[in-house]
């Protein structure tokens, strides 16, 4: 065998720390006892020394490294600025969403007691279906509400934290005291009680805490109760209600699934102990929507994802129980892979000095499809003088792209507007399944959403409008729209229109349902149904003529304003659309890359032209365990280790000849052979069949 080959093969094998059989063994240091413990590092603060321009090197310089370091801290700064602002937004709704449930269970606790409830455990039963983060803000929350007001706090108790009674015992009065006290506090307090010492799970300990600071409620909060071992808590909530006279328990229950599958776990002794109340937290699906219409809705956005990622985020949030907070982590990771890794981000900074946009800078804005377009666009309108100045002039370039920069975003917030006016019109109609402000959103950062059948049906329910429905539609129009000269005109006859009925019914145009009417006729002794317009009075017909004015102006509106945002000169700058990024790090393949480099070991490893020549076959130049899944592959579902083997050695004998050393090439085999079964990629197939084995996984499923 060729020693540089097989050199090169030891060491593309050698790498097996996870799985190593051998160690080898360091004494150590003479003079030093065994039982000497190690000495007591100290510790550095690192706060004091930190370096003030260690911030800026989260984002590397780009352009080949050419850009200024005042771009790389202005994309940092735009970046950090945006995502706080957006952040702030999130949490607003998400307080929002919780406000309703959180009122409801904080006046549960505060108004129940175990006379109220029979003797029996206030218990609230929380539902959350896949909305699991919500019931830790829920709880958060309800804790700062009671521990503000000096009522009281709020214990949870997870599943894993109660293997049996005494842990759960334990765990709860150490969060109990732990919550107001900290850690210091509950060592101190245990210290300090005076009498018998009592053990750590006794709720004599819990009794006192609550007599010292005068709670009135304490809350126990089993977050995964479905978790729970039935009989273990059983026997806990028999104990709490043995304590109901000297410690106010509440019992919180959080449920995924339904209140009555979780009742029928449990036994009628534990179910008899509990009374209370059903809680319903809101589903996750609607604040994911309230999210991203926020995000992409907002009138002074500077950075609008497109419509890749759109599809990306929701196929995601339906396909898996993604919570709010993932949501909201990927758009960040959205948003800041923007910033990260595109230059032109720093024009949506507050500073526009011409000095941070030189060199590769303009080179980079010369180079962008849209620059291209709007070019050809410049020619074809008669203007190449244009042109010439955009290709030449650095300064005439630089206005012409901070002016198209607002235009556009100007642009993006009228697209968002005009979803949402479509999206307020749509609720209106009678179907069962009503379009979400994403669905439009994808369709609208497309450029389809104009020309959809989607519009259609928001104007053929605009012309079904009475009269009370289009005044409130009227009130939500956008302002581009509201400022237009005829739809003020419109408005002020519509306004007219109403004072002259004041006390009547609403008006209803001619394509109201209800101002048709059906005729029936005998012919021939068979009933023949008709459909024609009743009469109209004069208002109706008044109404009607508005209503076309208004389908015309909506029209003529949504063809100016929703276009394609990938038509935009500068959209690059503002419109972030890169699926991959996203994708690759929410969504990840592992199993994929796996396959990949075991079959293709040479698209990742950096090989020698000796070795390319290998790369379309089988070859001793590709690492071991490349070939033996190689070999993998074309065996069946069972494989006979020798024959296997024999395929392997044939691969060294035909390239090696009579140089190949079997012992060598056999330790490479018996370490390729244990790559693929931590791979999980092959098993023992029986006891019956010792000398095969099986194969557990096969390529692309």
Not at 203 to 211: F, G, P, T
Not at 514 to 521: A, L
Not at 648 to 654: C, G, K, P, Q, R
Request: glycine share 6%; proline share 4%.
């Amino acid at each position: 065998m060729d020693p540089d080959g097989l050199e090169e093969a030891l060491d593309l094998s050698r790498d097996r720390s996870q799985y190593q059989g051998v160690y080898i063994y360091q004494p150590a240091k003479p003079g030093k006892s065994a039982n000497e413990p190690p000495k007591k590092r100290r510790k550095v603060s690192s706060t004091g020394a930190q370096d003030p321009k260690s911030d800026s090197q989260h984002f590397i310089p780009l352009l080949n490294g050419e850009e200024s370091a005042e771009g790389v801290q202005q994309r940092l700064n735009t970046y950090k600025q945006l995502w706080s602002e957006q952040e702030q937004k999130i949490q607003g709704i998400l307080e929002d969403v919780d406000a309703g449930v959180l009122t409801d269970v904080l006046s549960f606790v505060r108004e129940t007691s175990p006379q109220t409830c029979n003797g029996c455990i206030p218990t609230a039963l929380v539902t959350v279906g896949s909305n699991v983060s919500s019931l830790s803000r829920l709880l958060s929350r309800l804790n700062d509400h009671l521990t503000s007001s000096g009522e009281g706090g709020v214990v949870v108790l997870e599943s894993g934290d109660a293997t049996n009674l005494k842990n759960s015992l334990k765990n709860v009065i150490r969060a109990a005291v732990t919550n107001t006290e900290g850690n210091d506090g509950y060592q101190k307090f245990l210290t300090d009680r005076t009498g018998p010492r009592v053990l750590g799970y006794d709720l004599d300990l819990l009794n006192d805490y609550v007599q010292r600071k005068g709670t009135k409620k304490l809350v126990i909060a089993l977050r995964d109760s479905e978790a729970f071992d039935p009989a273990l808590l059983t026997d806990l909530l028999s104990l709490f209600q043995s304590w109901l006279d000297r410690i106010p328990f509440t019992i919180l229950l959080g449920i995924s699934t339904s209140v009555e599958l979780f009742e029928t776990r449990l036994p009628r002794s534990c179910v008899s102990l509990l009374q209370g109340k059903h809680f319903e937290v809101q589903d996750a699906g609607n604040c994911v929507d309230r999210i991203y219409e926020a995000l992409q809705t907002n009138p002074n956005g500077k950075l609008w994802i497109g419509r890749n990622i759109t599809s990306t985020l929701f196929e995601r949030a339906s396909d898996y129980f993604q919570t709010p907070e993932a949501f909201s982590r990927m758009v960040k990771y959205a948003c800041m892979s923007h910033f990260f890794a595109n230059p032109l981000s720093a024009l949506l900074g507050d500073s526009k000095r011409p000095e941070l946009f030189q060199g590769r800078f303009i080179e980079a804005i010369r180079n962008l499809p849209s620059f291209r377009m709007y070019c050809e666009d410049l020619v074809e309108a008669g203007s190449p003088m244009e042109v010439r100045n955009l290709l030449e002039n650095d300064r005439h370039l630089l206005g012409e792209v901070f002016n198209h920069l607002e235009i556009g975003q100007q642009r993006m917030r009228d697209i968002f507007q005009a979803v949402t006016l479509i999206h307020a019109c749509l609720q209106h109609t009678q179907g069962t399944k009503k379009s979400t402000v994403s669905d439009l959103s994808v369709r609208a950062l497309a450029g389809e959403l104009g020309e959809s059948q989607v519009v259609d049906d928001m104007l053929a329910t605009v012309r079904a409008m009475d009269s009370e429905k289009l005044e409130g539609v009227l009130a939500t129009l956008p302002a581009a729209l509201s400022n237009d000269s005829t739809l003020a005109e419109l408005k002020a006859d519509f306004g007219t229109l109403l004072e002259t009925c004041p006390d009547q019914e609403p008006l209803r145009s001619e394509y109201n349902i209800n101002s048709s009417v059906t005729k029936t006729t005998v012919v021939q002794q068979r009933i023949q149904l008709s459909k024609g317009k009743a009469n109209l009075s004069g208002q109706d017909l008044e109404y009607t003529k508005i209503i076309d004015r208004l389908v015309a102006a909506l029209q003529e509106y949504f063809t100016e304003i929703l276009i394609r945002p990938q038509e935009l000169f500068m959209h690059e700058a503002f419109l972030f659309d890169l699926r991959n990024p996203l994708k690759d790090n929410f969504a990840p393949r592992p199993r994929f890359a796996i396959e990949r480099a075991m079959g293709s070991p040479f698209d990742y490893l950096i090989s020698s032209s000796d070795a390319d020549q290998g790369q379309a076959k089988i070859s001793s130049k590709q690492p071991a365990a490349a070939i033996l899944y190689q070999l993998y592959l074309e065996s069946g579902a069972l494989v006979n280790v020798h024959d296997l083997w024999q395929a392997f050695l044939a691969v060294f004998e035909s390239e090696e000849g009579k140089k190949c050393d079997e012992r060598i090439v056999m330790a490479l085999f018996y370490g390729a052979l244990s790559d693929l079964k931590m791979f999980g990629m092959v098993k023992n197939a029986s006891r019956k069949k010792a000398d095969h084995l099986a194969k557990s996984a096969w390529l692309g499923l």
